[in-house]
């Protein structure tokens, strides 16, 4: 894991110090050395920088930006299968002078350009300059691990791993873009391929963008579609043939994740996800595995004795720790710099600490993220399988003379109801849904924060909805199932800009490498194609992932309720950030910035303190938005 920037200057503006200082500003993602080369070319000036995190081969053969004849590379993540692809190179007389697996990308390149991208099983971004066909290949991994940013105003094109590396450059413009800021107030995140910054982008996952330095001109192309896996037939397989199969996969992709030169743990929360991750492992390890586990009582997040139980059963190192509130609030003024865009996922906060604390006794640490994703876990697929049913049946006319009578009846006059948790969210929401009921539609509702007018209302100038994978019609109607679509669409939305976001952020912050097994190409590619009732069977969610993983763990120790990372919100909102809210949100702050409606702002404000706990959420997001503005635009 490493940091990567750089530049295409037509304008010949940069420098070598440019360069550096913002090579240098990705220095938690890689304290162990850093690296650069400046390029004069005739059209404009070209700069690679990268900050190294040394995983594989330790030497300094590893280091970067590395060349290979007339290719240069920055490299940021790992190519698990680098070796089989070392020896298939071999046999094509490539010769190699390190042990690295970003001499093999160069190789690969060189020997099958763009398709190489095709043969790797990894987490990857990474920007290669072909100073012969002077191109430039910006490409980012398939399910988007890895980041990748790019800005492209002026005739200059910036990139770099985190948006941050944009500010050191003096032509770079930081204009904020509104419908972005209105996208994030729903989302919590800005979805990719946007950015909070007018002519800033994100490369989307599966993606590569190529360069043409001669012509100032690049295009993207998609590579890899989570939705090929999709709009296919599902595989004729008996459930005991789905899961050897599924178990196998997954096998192979856990342990491709502890390739390394250095120590790798594990981070174990008790759930399904992260014990299948560690059994797996375990199984094939004779060396015992060390296993992480954090807990903040003091906010009620403790996982800690039901990963105590799982690591006990399969014989782990075991290290647990345990925070206090003071700690987890202390951390929230250093998220705007580590998510140097708006983000909202107050998980960041036990995500970070586990992270730091993980690196003190490892460089490599394993994560489950993608397991809900994949086979179906989260409690929204629930509620579409089961009320989305419930919806499609009830009578046309019943659900437009409802709906009719709920625009004219606000939530405020709804006698008891109106003083219930939430009411007004889900009032809001079940007007919605009455009038289309969709799954495409009950996805986009359980996803927003805001309903469209509430949303416009929220901002001074009028907000043009960003165009998202959240409506992306790409899943065939001969493949179609609700189920299918929500999969897909969480896949290509959720996990790519909420958790993996996240992830990347928490763990680099610690300078730690943070993997993802389940993110193996291969899983989601043949367990789109099992049949639904493999992964949703009878109110089960994970049906297939549960049954591997009782194989090893008894039913007993892990099923439970899911917990998550969840962090009491409305609680500190309420105590100890209240003041933060008063100071960050007061009516002077928000007429200056000239962003948010403040007579809006303070009736939302008004409004949750004087009871209204279900705007804790919203009140969160403006809180992160305002402090991510005073670290980034004052």
């Known amino acids: 894991m490493c940091g990567i920037a750089g530049f295409i200057d037509f304008n010949k503006t940069s420098s070598q110090e440019v360069l550096d200082k913002a090579t240098n500003t990705l220095i938690h993602r890689g304290p162990d050395a850093v690296g650069t080369k400046f390029f004069n070319h005739p059209k404009a000036q070209v700069g690679l920088g990268h900050r190294r995190l040394s995983i594989i081969d330790l030497s300094q053969l590893g280091a970067q930006p590395m060349q290979y004849k007339h290719l240069w590379i920055s490299f940021n993540g790992e190519i698990y299968n680098y070796k089989e692809i070392k020896k298939e190179l071999e046999l094509l007389h490539h010769t190699f002078i390190s042990n690295s697996d970003t001499e093999v990308i160069l190789h690969a390149f060189a020997q099958w350009s763009i398709n190489c991208i095709h043969k790797f099983i990894g987490m990857f971004a990474f920007v290669i300059y072909d100073t012969a066909k002077e191109e430039i290949f910006c490409i980012r991994d398939r399910a988007g691990v890895k980041p990748l940013f790019y800005y492209w105003h002026n005739n200059l094109f910036l990139f770099a791993s985190e948006l941050k590396v944009f500010h050191q450059h003096p032509k770079f413009k930081k204009e904020i873009n509104v419908n972005s800021v209105a996208a994030f107030m729903q989302f919590g995140n800005v979805p990719t391929p946007h950015c909070i910054f007018n002519n800033c982008y994100k490369l989307e996952a599966g993606c590569y963008l190529k360069f043409n330095i001669q012509h100032s001109t690049f295009n993207i192309t998609k590579y890899w579609n989570v939705y090929n896996a999709y709009n296919k037939p599902k595989l004729n397989i008996s459930f005991e043939e789905a899961k050897i199969e599924t178990e196998k996969i997954i096998t192979s992709a856990v342990n491709y994740r502890m390739v390394a030169d250095v120590p790798v743990g594990v981070f174990l929360s008790g759930g399904y996800d992260s014990a299948c991750v560690t059994a797996l492992l375990q199984n094939s390890n004779s060396q015992k595995l060390k296993t992480f586990t954090i807990a903040v009582p003091d906010i009620g997040l403790n996982e800690a004795p039901y990963a105590k139980q799982v690591a006990k059963h399969l014989n782990t190192e075991h290290y647990e720790f345990e925070c206090t509130q003071k700690e987890a609030l202390e951390l929230i003024k250093e998220l705007p710099y580590y998510y140097d865009e708006p983000f909202a996922d107050s998980s960041a906060i036990p995500t ?101 007018k509430s949303l416009n209302s929220l901002f001074i100038k009028k907000i043009s909805p960003l165009k998202t994978m959240h409506l992306s019609q790409e899943l065939e109607q001969d493949f179609f199932s609700p189920l299918a679509f929500m999969q897909a669409i969480d896949y290509q939305t959720y996990l790519l800009d909420d958790v993996l976001q996240k992830v990347d952020r928490a763990t680099m912050t610690a300078s730690l490498e943070g993997r993802e097994p389940f993110l193996d190409h291969r899983i989601i590619e043949f367990v789109a194609q099992l049949p639904n009732e493999y992964k949703y069977f009878k109110g089960t969610k994970k049906y297939i992932l549960k049954e591997i993983v009782h194989q090893y763990i ?81």
């Open 352 to 452: 970070t600490l586990v992270s730091k604390i993980a690196k003190q006794h490892v460089k490599v640490a394993l994560s489950a993220d993608g397991g809900d994703e994949i086979f179906a876990g989260y409690n929204r697929y629930d509620y579409l399988m089961k009320h989305g049913k419930l919806l499609d049946q009830l009578p046309n006319f019943i659900k437009k003379s409802t709906s009719a009578i709920m625009n004219v009846v606000s939530a405020d006059k709804i006698p008891i109801l109106k003083n219930k948790y939430n009411f007004h969210n889900r009032y809001e929401k079940l007007k919605s849904l009455l009038n289309n009921s969709s799954p495409q539609n009950i996805m986009l509702n359980l996803s927003k924060q805001f309903d469209d």
């Open 554 to 634: 008894p039913k007993k120790i892990i099923d439970r309720p899911k917990m998550g990372f969840a962090i009491p919100i409305e609680n500190w909102l309420m105590t100890d950030l209240k003041q933060q809210v008063v100071y960050y949100l007061n009516k002077e702050l928000i007429t200056k910035q000239g962003i948010f409606n403040p007579i809006e702002i303070n009736s939302l404000q008004l409004s949750f303190y004087l009871g209204k706990k279900e705007l804790a959420t919203k009140i969160w997001y403006l809180l992160m938005f305002q402090m991510w503005y005073e670290k980034w635009m004052d």
